[in-house]
């Protein structure tokens, strides 16, 4: 199957809820399947203004796909920017896209709410996003729960196409992470997320993702009541990283009474758990930081990889449309 995913460099650094709640299922993805994943730079744009920013984050980004795992020499990794046909591709789209389709987006209703400027560019995002992955002819994207709706806009719009001008897209089957790691918890318990300022980033300095963790949000139980772990953020985080057993031990103690166990022990093994879990990610990506050169290199290879497939499908679009 051919897959397509990105993340957006809106800040630097890639967090839990990124990690468990996507990046973990693109490196399983990429051994048995045509993978692309992708810096989503032009998405980026309807938040991030600061030129100097854009270029560090997307490096940053670059340097936390590879160290986690994702293999260039498995799947395609590749800047947006470099492609930039994919705005040619979102603007024929637009001319399909019902108005009302994009006013029930779940984002960008979520953005405005928050105090984001509602700018054409955040209103069109799906649209954008439909470009992403129906340029490369994508027939899965791996998305968590929240994401699922833009893949279904992305169904409808290629079924507008397909209709009006001929078959030239498949239809793409969003591929949702199931059971753990489907939602992240950030610090204050709600889904992490850079834009919410809750996140836990896995390649910050040691005492940084300490002072993260240390400040997750919990009930007032003092270290000898008994708690309940599930919902707890503590031990949905460490649920992601620690072995069963351990899992198991964190939980007999958080029902515990009178053992002296308190949140702020819980968030230790929490951390330690991290550090273990991300130690040699983190090893990885220091080397590799050390030679930016290989890459940059590697984005402009993913880049020429990518490019045939694009040549050819906004071949097939320029056609079936009366572009050329």
Known sequence: MRILSGLTPTSAGIHLGNYFGAVRQWIALQEKNDA????????????LKDPSDLRKNQLEVALDY??????????????????????????????LTPMG??????????KVA????????????PVLMAADILIVKSEGVPVGQDQK?????????AMKFNQ??????????PLILEGAGAKVPGIDGQKMSKSYGNDIRIFDPEKKVRKQVMAIVTDTSGVDEAKEPDGNTIFELYQLCANPEQVEVMADKFRAENIGYGYG???QELFEALM????????????????????EEILRAGAAKVRPVVEETMAAVRQATGLR
């Open 36 to 47: 692309y994943y992708f810096i989503a730079t032009y998405h980026a744009m309807t938040s």
């Open 101 to 110: 389709t994009l006013e029930r987006c779940h984002a960008y209703k979520d």
């Open 164 to 173: 009006a001008f001929g078959e030239v897209f498949p239809l793409p089957e």
């Open 265 to 267: 022990h819980a968030k």
């Open 66 to 95: 590879l160290a986690l795992g994702l293999n260039p020499e498995k799947s395609t990794v590749y800047l947006q920017q470099d492609i930039p046909e994919v705005t040619e591709l979102s603007w024929i789209l637009s001319t």
């Open 149 to 157: 709706q833009h893949v279904e806009v992305t169904r409808d719009i």
């Open 276 to 295: 273990d879990e991300f130690g040699p990610a983190r090893k990885r990506r220091e080397e590799l930081a050390a030679n930016i050169g290989d890459v």
């Open 114 to 125: 928050k105090g984001l400027s509602a700018d054409h560019a955040l209103f069109a995002y």
